[in-house]
């Protein structure tokens, strides 16, 4: 592995970054105040060919890979605009290049390319958890196509995309557990509703309930035409999720550690720089090793997944709980350092809380990531 940065990622890096400046985190937490989708940074970061650097570059993309897109999504993030839904975008494009048929390649992947299509992503259910065989929502056959009834919870952008792949239960294998199967479903389609969940995390992303309440979905929406393989196409897309949010963690960790470094270097009490004392210098100090640290194990999990190598379940997992932990830490020690002025708006910190914290639990827990090392590699027997 070569630790020096391509010039093509740095330019990346440089490019992004500058676009996020731009629009800043007054920008996104106008967005979140307001509870609207941030249209303007999607359409820049699009517009820009950053949007889709993981898509082919015969639909619209850049031809890259998870790599690409994690540096995207950390450069933005440590400018204090964390777009969730461009993790989701991460998943779902990916998904149907790999998996879809010609058809739907050619029906959906030029539009997400362009960010002119938004996707969401329904899988979470209240009652299945991680378990993901277990879902409820099902879907049967009616003539040619199908029928899906369930619901789902926390569906991020509804309110905004145009379809949404549903993950539903088709079958139940020789264990027991639920065979899995994989729809595109349009937003507005006859019997699904969504409602927005109220949330204290304050972002532009809003997430929602959605049901299904006997909705027919053609046959062509199937992905991949053919049932009963939708648990290997949610894996496919759970690797690339884990490491796109370990690259927002360590990119906010970038924005608290950025934030609290200049204010310890300005705010001066008894004629010095707060900085220059080493209770306020060491903590962060150790926050910058821990987001290093994090972010090398970021970079290798997008490095095994974008060459398929069988590594990358651990490694995305281990990256996702250590920047996440670090993304916390470097939040706790800038409002620390800050002092009350953390709480104000003008400061951009304290609004950042939730969605920072919902890292450690979103999209896997840290329990689910220790229960995955204790069995896979330390060789463990299976506690649950």
């Known amino acids: 592995m070569d630790f020096q940065e391509t010039a093509e990622h740095s330019a990346i890096r440089e490019a992004v970054a500058s676009m996020g400046a731009a629009f800043g985190h007054g920008y996104f937490a106008a967005c979140a105040r307001e509870k609207r989708f941030a249209d303007e940074l999607w359409a820049a970061v699009f517009d820009s060919g950053f949007g889709a650097v993981s898509l082919p570059e015969r639909y619209g993309g850049g031809g890259g890979g998870v790599h690409e897109t994690a540096i995207v999504i950390e450069e933005l993030a440590a400018q204090g605009c964390p777009l969730i839904h461009l993790i989701v975008a991460g998943m779902c494009g990916p998904i149907i290049d790999e998996f879809g048929t010609e058809e739907q390649k050619e029906r959906w992947l030029p539009g997400l390319a362009a960010g002119t299509v938004k996707m969401a992503f329904a899988i979470t259910e209240s009652e299945a958890g991680s378990n993901a065989p277990n879902l409820s929502t099902t879907a049967r056959r009616d003539g040619a196509g199908w029928v899906l009834k369930g619901a789902k919870q926390y569906i991020t952008n509804m309110d905004v995309a145009d379809a949404v792949l549903v993950v539903a239960r088709t079958g139940t294998d020789d264990r027991g557990r639920g065979l899995l199967t994989m729809f595109i479903v349009d937003t507005d389609a006859e019997g699904l509703e969504y409602r927005p969940i109220p949330m204290e995390i304050k972002e532009p992303d809003q997430q929602f309930s959605v049901y299904l309440d006997d909705v027919a ?106 920047a996440a932990d670090t993304a916390l830490a470097a939040f706790d020690q800038a409002v620390q350092v800050h002092g009350g002025n953390a709480f104000a708006s003008e400061y951009g910190i304290g609004d950042l809380w939730g969605l920072t914290r919902l890292m450690r639990s979103a999209p896997v827990s840290r329990e689910m990531v220790l229960n995955y090392v204790t069995q896979h590699s330390l060789g463990l027997p299976r506690s649950y």
């Open 217 to 322: 979905v053609p046959r062509e929406r199937l992905v991949g035409g053919v049932p009963d393989e939708g648990l290997r196409q949610v894996f496919s897309g759970l690797n690339p999720e884990r490491v796109n949010v370990a690259a927002q963690a360590n990119g906010l960790s970038r924005y608290f550690i950025g934030k609290a470094v200049g204010y310890a270097r300005e705010r001066n009490v008894w004629g010095r720089p707060i900085g220059a004392h080493q209770g306020v210098a060491h903590p962060l100090a150790e926050v910058k090793i821990r987001l290093e640290l994090a972010r090398l194990m970021t970079h290798k999990a997008a490095w095994l997944f974008d060459r398929r190598l069988p590594e990358v379940g651990e490694a995305a997992a281990v990256a996702k709980l250590a």
